[in-house]
């Protein structure tokens, strides 16, 4: 268990609907990422929070949007969806410095119908 | 920009070596990861190297790094059907005001034979 909680496991929607998804970082972590992985791209880098501030920014559509709350929980909300979202969403969590390992959660499903 | 790569797929028969490579473009690449992915699972951290070292070994694990040709990779001794699991590279950039940016790369599927 490495203490990043995502949620929903899984979900099944359909094109053009709105979804968002929660991440709990591990306690004491103020960073927070996100990935996107499908099946022919690999891991790709969403975007990135620390204490509440976006720090970094990937490959992340305009349909895409995330946030980081003052509890140091974040969502991704996914917008106008389409078959091509369709994905596993990671988030993990880091301290600053140090080693820099990121901790993941087990990800979320997302199926566009 | 930073680009990590790797193979997409490795077959090894049970009991052998596996070794995995990946290459990196970053040269201020501080540390590089290997992490491990099983079916269904996210990712878990399984060996890290800091950038001023060639060599880690951690039981059957043995990281190489050749940081003139950015090289990295994962040797696995006597490789078990446990080990069959999606492995991907990473390096840690650090940025101004004591953040990071980690960049993966695509991920080298592991398949053992029995």
Known sequence: DSGVTQTPKHLITATGQRVTLRCSPRSGDLSVYWYQQSLDQGLQFLIQYYNGEERAKGNILERFSAQQF????????????ELGDSALYFCASSVLGGTGELFFGEGSRLTVL | GEDVEQSLFLSVREGDSSVINCTYTDSSSTYLYWYKQ????GLQLLTYIFSNMDMKQDQRLTVLLNKKDKHLSLRIADTQTGDSAIYFCAAKRDLSGGYQKVTFGTGTKLQVIP
């Open chain 1, 70 to 81: 003052p509890d140091l929980h974040s969502e991704l909300n996914l917008s106008s969806l």
């Open chain 2, 38 to 41: 099983e079916p269904g699972a």
